[in-house]
């Protein structure tokens, strides 16, 4: 009972960061641009998911789950749409909404501003997305996928290094 | 939203887009084969309540119809068993009266080939009240013409002879009697000796000298001495031999079944017979009596060839012509000579 308590007060000295306006918004559609062109001209780009990234980003910054989750799913529609016809709106629809929920849930309780818990907390929430995405794809849509590929550890890797860059990027657009 | 704490609007929050997506998803997925994913999904999930709902009502069914709508079952049983039952009586009656037609062939078959004899059908009314004698009634009497001393036979055998006569009824000493008596031969040597009652189910046959060659099984049948039966109606078979002094002490198992008697056949004469036919012409002599014709089969086994008018000796002409039973009206026509 005192360690939720201590919990709840450790939250109330957590800094909840507000952005400028309209900076969710672009870099949301920036992320997206970038998803959805960079890859055409560079094909190792692919294994960067921005969006997934701007969704962490912007969960553990903000701190507030339902503004996380909402951000994730209206994110992971757009990716959704974006993808083409094979893929059914609603796939990474659900695994970023869970990314965000549980980014702005642990954003709460967590000082996240740290470069190398960002990078931990990508590598764990890529991979949790990834296996959101399976998970769907195997019970949802019967489609079959590996589960773990030495390509999906390395791009773990590789988005949580970019996340360090791209979150430090992005803390410039938080009101001072 | 109301009542729910602040703590966990989130998550309920999160489980209402998740979910929203997922329908979003089920609408957009088509399968090959199951259409699309929504239709699965409903019918999936509905059809283990349908499923259930149809196994549950097939049950109440069931219960309804093997517990509750048993009101008229009872009843209906109860009929049944009463049905059951008369048709067992039926069934029963209809085995004795299948038995009786048996036996009443046996009889008339055993008539037609001994056309030449008087005889009448009589059935069993009663049997004697105690052991001290054995004794049977019949349902015929002198209005039928039945006299004393004749003789009363199944196609299978000698029986015993009229002792009492009334007008309606006669009664039948047996031959298991102590008291009774049949004028006798072995089968095969052809030696006569009477055979009598011994008070019990066998006879015993008294007067073979230990000399005379005797076999178990061998049969014995009537020698027509006691001018009461025909010549070769059997009497019975062998089953034991003692040696005496003088003579022999045989039992014998009747031929006919005396314990179980229902319908008999009444010889209507008191002059010796003789019941012959071809096979009798053709039997080999006898042993102890060689001017007589008599064959060594048992007068039921010849009985089913045809009977030899010239050959049989015409008896006494007993009386008027006696009426045939009623039980037995199809085998004990009577031809009085």
Known sequence: MNDAFDIRNMESHIEVHKFRGGAIVGATLLALMFQAFVPVYFAKAAMIDLPLLITIYFGLSRRNPSTGLLLGMVIGLLQDSLSGPTVPLGLYGIAKTVIGYLASSIGARLDTEHPAARFALTVIFFGLHQGIVLLTRRILLAQSSVWFTIHLAAAAVVNAIVAVFLFALLDHLRKS | ?????????????????????????????????????????????????????????????????????????SRENEQLRRENDELKMQVNQLQSKANEADRLAL?????????????????????????????????????????????????????????????????????????????????????????????????????????????????????????????????????????????????????????????????????PLQMMNQETETAKPSAAKPSASVASKPVAETAKAPVSGAAAKPAQAPVAPAPVPAAANAASTVKPE
């Open chain 2, 107 to 271: 009889l008339l078959n055993f008539h037609k080939s001994h056309e030449n004899v008087p005889m009448l059908g009589a059935r069993v009314i009663a049997t004697s009240a105690g052991t001290a004698s054995a004794t049977i009634m019949l349902d015929r009497g002198s209005k039928d013409h039945i006299k004393k001393n004749m003789g009363v036979i199944t196609p299978e055998g000698v029986v015993g002879k009229i002792v009492e006569v009334y007008d309606n009824t006669s009664e039948v000493l047996l031959l298991t009697d102590k008291d009774s008596g049949v004028g006798a031969m072995l089968g095969n040597s052809r030696v006569q000796s009477p055979v009598g009652g011994a008070g019990e189910p066998l006879l015993v046959m008294k007067y073979v000298a230990n000399d005379d060659v005797v076999n178990i099984g061998e049969r014995v049948v009537t020698s027509g001495m006691d001018k009461i039966f025909p010549r070769d109606l059997p009497i019975g078979t062998i089953t034991d031999i003692k040696a005496g002094n003088p003579f022999k002490s045989i039992r014998i198992r009747p031929s006919a079944n005396l314990e179980r008697l229902e319908e008999v056949i009444v010889l209507l004469t008191l002059q």
């Open chain 2, 1 to 73: 939203m109301p009542g729910i704490p602040s703590r966990h609007k989130s998550i309920f929050l999160l489980a209402g887009v998740v979910l929203l997506q997922i329908l979003l998803l089920a609408l957009q997925i088509k399968r090959d084969s199951e259409g699309r994913l929504i239709r699965v999904w409903t019918v999936g999930a509905f059809s283990p309540f349908e499923r259930a709902g149809n196994h549950g009502i097939g049950h109440i069914r069931e219960t309804w119809r093997h517990y509750f709508a048993l009101q008229n079952a």
